[in-house]
């Protein structure tokens, strides 16, 4: 099956591993909702492994089964939670002092749903108060853990059992903070006698407290709840029995006098408690420190407002607003608006609910600065929080309406509220009142006022579903609960949380079913695992052991996560192999059983990435239906999980896909729905580019207009884009942009809008070249990037324009302006002297595009015709080509290759065919895969043009490149034509193509090639003389392969074969140039590198490979001998640093002319010698046969010593070995790079 190109690289994103044997991805099934458990096998990580073994273990203590129970808890890793697991399972199995006496560190009770209160849940639960008591006490815990048990009783309204608990407790301040919620809860409940003892109790345990202040802050809180209760008399004698004066001073005393104010307000005494709040008024005014007096003057006036006295709260207000004009305002501003709160709160527990909520708007909150000055003064200052602005008001305002009572009114307040940030929270605490005074109709109402907003943070609504659960309300909590919205992986286990605590709940309470049903409803099988064996535990506790063991055998077998890992690499090596093979529904088998897997885990965004995998395999094998359904599945999961970067990424995939089968109305609706997501992040280059495909779409739709207009918006977001962010990613935009722009302009016969967009574009990507900072490898690379494989190429789309403007010399020049920018650049700087280099007048003067003038004098000056061609196969089928003569002529000719031909398919097989397998290079390996790269990239067998022969192919790139400019060609031999290619061209083998008449180009012209004018007129300027002796090198021991090591999959590594006669070669022309060749192991990577700068001629008959071996992006390496350190390759990189002298290098090497494509030609050894200081290069095309290339060698250097001249040397060569070795793959493979002259 023919392999399909790839043009996607998502394999990428896709991790590699080796095959885990004994493991079968079908046991692997993603969970069926509705059952309890449809896989025989579950992944799992660490941690939920252990905590599922936690729970097993306390399931089995359950059952009665404690040594199995044990078993598994000693098997837990973690030493904390095997420690959780005993302790728990001791308290199913009733042993609550073992379960007490594990050694837990008592941090672990600030943990929430701490091992602590699970024992207390429990045993509450299963109302063995006693049992527990006995046991806490026999364990002797701490008061921190008497504590959490005794919350956990009253939560559990286990009331009775909390007060046994409470006795034991040492600290009397903890004991009475406890009995005055136990009082408060008895009292709520009626058992007026429990309440009345408490309180005795709470008065006589305050005398004992060691701090006064918190002895008044109790019996005050006593007091109140006397007088709550009914109980006048016994409210004012608790009040009275508080002498503050002999208990506390300064500021504290004022607080204290407070207190016991408040507390003669709820007693009824309304007149002692003004006398109180006027004397801490009077005493105020002494204050010196304006946060003591403005704190003071708060609790005043909160009092004097719940006392009714509005009008003095106001006068205290008044003072605040006074003193709040000069010195350290914020106390007082901070004062004033927790006042005004206060007393909006106290209108509307009086009724006043419209004073209430206009009072409230008033209030002006503090600024960012303010807030910060006072904590940065104040860090402590626990009353004076943010919790004063007006929202908090609204939210008290509310608060006080429920108390009324006036539930309509509370809800109306929250919808009328400015913002939406706040509404939620007040929402939430209005529900918790409900329910803290067990109203659960009003509960219920609130509840689902809550569950009908669409966008109620998740957090809250799991938060307050699991209260309500607690509260008993068990149905409205789970509904809030499955109210939640998921839009990210945080609130999947928002959810997942609440619900699972809800559905404990609800098997506690006997509703198994509905408790299973949550369980049932879970997508990881981990969640599920988990609550099943909850549930089975409550089963177990209830005496239904049965169904506890059902339910157990029911479970999937846990797996490690790292096995499933392992299993999806597996799959993804598999998929990757069979969709590089052509073998796509292999890929897709692979892809699916991946989906299965992640699917299995609850790995959402791994499913997301195998979706998108299955959506573009579908794409490659050209199934659009299936891979537009794949796209859908890929956003849906998106946008389920909120990741909003890929939902975007996928829906521009699906609009492409749309825009491809002409479903343009969608796809621009898909392209917008991208476009808003990049725009709420901002993301300019994300709009720019979305922009972009829109008047792609708009193209397909022949709306030229709209085209236009969404190309020129794309255009202006990317020049406010911040290049820092991403240059290269914004320069290849733009220029792509500019592209499409220009060809929608160019289609609409706008040929002048055209040109001024191209134009543009052109100056914004030269721009680069000067901006550009970075050693000269790094900026060939960024700088000659392939703009033909990202956009279409804005030069030639202006040369184009140009033509159709007849402006064939204009166009010429910005055909050599295209190419070789960098190398122009790094040329101007390597042949200035220091003084030239500090003259800009210099510098702009060589790099400055060629104008006509100027290569016409190019062509006079070097007695040269010179051959420019241009070819965009994704802009026409046309090769442009111009001919300028050493006359100052100049003629443009076109071929046309026609839809169905390649010109890169055409240059690629001619050369292959004229190179044999026997050569001297890189191994056979090489060309075997420039072979079948070369059959992958033609067209389908039905297409295929018939295989010819190397003489037709010859015959063929002659009727294409040379036929059309046959007549503007020199008729005298010896004058020079300079081919100037673009691409692909300069694979060209030049020298061998074959006219009508049989005749080879070489015999008719002297041929050179450089990669532009420009380059062509620098090297013209830096031909230096023969200088310097010859350094002849000639098969050095040759090194390893690259990439064969001693961890490859073969027990040896594999050696360079060594070339005797390129040995011989070098001998010869080393006696010939009067010098010794260095051969063997003295040819070593060191040893040539040093000798390199001061050689005038530079000869290496070795192998030279293709390879990126550094892995650097500039391809080429030429082998020599390894020593010490070196792997014995002198790469491209390496000569681009050198500064070399010599007149000439030669590469008698196979395929030392190729290297990577880029938009001006091959980036590779060649042009780093040129780029090294070299004015011409004699390379090779293909891997060269040893004995014709020695002979033809030798008779290039003996015309060279008799001429000086290197182009009429090397015809001169080669067409002396072609008498003896005819065939073109014997002689054709050199060229020479550079100028004549």
């Keep these: ?195 009345l003892d408490i309180l005795e109790k709470i008065n006589q345990l305050a005398v004992s407290y060691g701090e006064d202040y918190y002895r008044i802050y109790t019996q005050a809180r006593v007091a109140k709840l006397y007088a709550e209760a009914g109980e006048t008399k016994l409210a004012v004698e608790a009040i009275s029995a508080t002498p503050v004066e002999t208990m506390v001073t300064g500021s504290r005393q004022g607080e204290a006098r407070l207190m016991l104010a408040d507390a003669y307000a709820e007693a009824g005494e309304r007149e002692k408690a003004i006398a109180l709040v006027a004397e801490v008024e009077q005493e105020s005014a002494s204050l010196s420190d304006n946060f003591d007096k403005a704190r003071a003057w708060l609790g005043i006036a909160v009092n004097y407002a719940k006392l009714g006295e509005y009008d003095r709260a106001f006068a205290l207000i008044k003072a605040m607003e006074k003193e709040s004009a000069s010195g350290w305002v914020v106390p007082f501003l901070t004062a004033k608006n927790k006042a005004l709160m206060e007393i909006a709160i106290a209108y509307a527990a009086a009724g006043r609910g419209e004073e209430a909520i206009n009072l409230a708007r008033t209030i002006e909150p503090l600024t960012d600065a303010q807030k910060v000055d006072l904590n940065t003064r104040q860090p402590l200052a626990y009353d004076f929080d943010e919790n004063s602005d007006r929202d908090n008001a609204m939210l008290g305002i509310s608060l006080a309406f429920a108390n009324r009572g006036m539930l309509t009114e509370a809800l109306q307040l929250v919808e009328n509220l400015e913002g939406e940030a706040k509404k939620p929270e007040i929402l939430v605490e209005i529900a918790r009142f409900y329910l803290k005074t067990d109203q659960q109709k009003q509960a219920l109402a609130v509840a689902e006022a809550i569950a009908a907003k669409p966008l109620f943070p998740p957090v809250m609504l799991g938060v307050l579903g699991v209260e309500y659960a607690e509260a008993g309300m068990l149905e409205t909590g789970l509904k809030l609960a499955n109210s939640i919205q998921i839009n990210n992986f945080l609130e999947i286990e928002v959810k997942t949380g609440a619900l699972e605590r809800i559905a404990a709940r609800l098997a506690a309470a006997g509703k198994y079913k509905e408790a299973r049903e949550v369980a049932n409803s879970f997508e990881k099988c981990t969640d599920k695992t988990k609550l099943l064996l909850v549930i089975a535990t409550e089963y177990a506790a209830a005496g239904k052991q049965k169904e506890a063991n059902q339910l157990l055998a029911s479970l999937p077998e846990l797996r490690s996560v790292n096995e499933f890992a392992d299993i999806i690499q597996q799959l993804t090596v598999e998929a990757e192999k069979q969709r590089e093979a052509g073998e796509f529904d292999a890929s897709v088998s692979a892809l699916e059983k991946r989906l299965a897997l992640v699917e299995a885990m609850g790995d959402r965004q791994q499913q997301g990435f195998t979706l998108r995998s299955l959506a573009l395999t579908y794409d490659e094998k050209g199934d659009l239906n299936n891979a537009l359904d794949f796209h859908r599945k890929t956003l849906a999961l998106y946008q389920q999980i909120g990741d909003k970067g890929w939902e975007s990424d996928t829906l521009l995939h699906l609009a492409n896909l749309e825009v491809r089968r002409e479903e343009f109305t969608s796809a621009i609706d898909h392209y917008q729905q991208s476009l808003a997501i990049y725009e709420a992040f901002n993301y300019l280059i994300g709009q720019a580019t979305v922009w972009m495909y829109i008047g792609n779409a708009y193209t397909g739709m022949k709306n030229t207009p709209a085209a236009i207009a969404a190309y020129e918006k794309s255009l202006a977001i990317l020049a406010q884009a911040n290049v820092a962010d991403n240059r290269e990613l914004i320069d290849i935009l733009k220029q792509k942009v500019s592209g499409y722009l220009g060809l929608v ?55 184009y324009v140009l033509l159709e403007q007849k402006e064939i010399e204009s166009a010429l020049e910005i055909a050599d302006r295209s190419r070789g920018r960098a190398f122009v650049e790094l040329l101007a700087e390597r042949i200035t002297s220091e003084e030239e280099k500090s003259n800009p007048n210099i510098q702009r003067a060589l790099t400055a595009p060629l104008n006509i003038s100027q290569i016409r004098q190019l062509a006079a000056e070097q007695n040269s015709t010179l051959v420019v061609y241009t070819f965009d196969q994704q802009i026409s089928n046309t090769l442009l080509i111009w001919v300028v003569q050493p006359d100052g002529k100049v003629a443009f000719r076109e071929s046309d290759f026609g839809p169905d031909i390649s010109l890169a398919d055409v240059v690629e097989r001619t050369r292959v065919a004229a190179a044999t397998d026997t050569a001297r290079g890189g191994g056979e390996t090489a060309m075997q895969e420039i072979v079948s790269e070369t059959r992958e990239s033609v067209a389908p067998k039905s297409n295929r043009p018939r295989r010819l022969s190397p003489t037709r192919r010859l015959q063929q790139l002659h009727s294409f490149l040379i036929d059309p400019i046959a007549d503007l060609l020199p008729t005298n031999p010896e004058t020079p034509v300079i081919f100037i290619p673009q691409g692909e061209l300069f694979l060209v083998p030049f020298a061998g193509l074959l006219d009508s008449n049989g005749k080879y180009l070489i015999e008719k012209h002297t041929i050179l090639t450089a990669p532009s004018l420009q380059v062509l007129a620098l090297t013209a300027k830096n031909q230096n003389t023969l200088s310097g002796n010859p350094l002849i090198v000639g098969n050095p021991t040759m090194p390893y392969e690259p990439g064969t090591t001693n961890t490859s999959t073969t027990t040896t590594r594999d050696k360079l074969s060594p070339l005797p006669a390129a040995e011989a070669e070098a001998k010869e022309i080393a006696s010939l140039l009067g010098t010794e060749a260095i051969i063997g192991d003295a040819a070593t990577e060191a040893n040539i590198t040093k000798k390199l700068p001061e050689a005038g001629i530079i000869h290496l008959a070795t192998h030279g490979l293709l390879d990126d071996i550094e892995g650097l992006g500039v391809p080429g390496a030429i082998a020599l001998t390894p020593a010490d350190n070196s792997d014995g390759f002198l790469t491209s990189l390496d000569i681009l640093s050198l500064d070399l002298k010599a007149s000439l290098v030669v590469l008698s090497a196979c395929d030392t002319g190729r290297g990577r494509i880029t938009g001006d030609g091959v980036l590779g050894l060649s042009r780093s010698f040129m780029t090294a200081g070299i004015p011409n290069i004699l390379v090779s095309l293909w891997q060269v046969p040893d004995a014709p290339t020695g002979e033809m060698m030798t008779e290039f250097y003996r015309q060279l010593e008799q001429t000086g001249d290197k182009s009429h040397s090397l015809r001169q060569a080669m067409l002396a070995t072609m008498k003896k070795y005819p065939e073109p793959q014997n002689w054709a493979a050199f060229v020479m790079m550079g100028a004549p002259k």
């Design 1 to 195: 099956m023919t392999r399909a190109k790839n043009t996607h690289g998502w394999y990428g994103l896709l991790a590699l591993a080796l095959v885990i044997p004994n493991f079968s991805p079908f046991l692997v099934a993603a969970p069926a909702r509705g059952a309890d458990s449809s896989q025989t096998v579950c992944p799992v990580d660490m941690a939920t492994e252990e905590d599922i073994k936690v729970k097993r273990s306390i399931l089995y203590a359950a059952l009665g089964e404690q040594q199995r129970s044990a078993e598994i808890a000693q098997a837990i890793e973690n030493p904390e939670r095997q420690m959780e697991a005993a302790a728990l399972a001791f308290a199913y199995a009733g042993q609550y002092e073992q379960a007490f006496r594990q050694p837990f560190d008592e941090d672990i009770l600030l943990r929430p749903e701490n091992v602590f209160e699970k024992i207390a849940r429990q045993a509450a639960n299963a109302k063995k108060f006693d049992e527990l008591l006995q046991g806490a006490k026999a364990a002797q815990v701490s008061d921190r853990v008497w504590e959490t048990i005794a919350w956990i009783y009253i939560q559990q309204e286990a009331y009775d059992g909390a007060l046994g608990l409470i006795e034991n407790i040492q600290s009397p301040r903890l004991q009475g903070e406890l009995l005055l919620k136990l009082a408060e809860n008895y009292g709520k409940k009626g058992q007026d006698k429990k309440f």
């Design 745 to 799: 302009l160019i289609n609409s016969g706008d040929f002048a809008k055209a040109r001024l967009v191209l134009t543009e574009a052109i100056q914004h990507r030269e721009s680069r070249f000067v901006s550009y900072k970075g050693n000269d490898a790094a900026r060939l690379q960024e700088t000659e990037s392939n703009i033909n494989t990202y956009q279409l190429n804005p030069y030639t789309l202006l040369q």
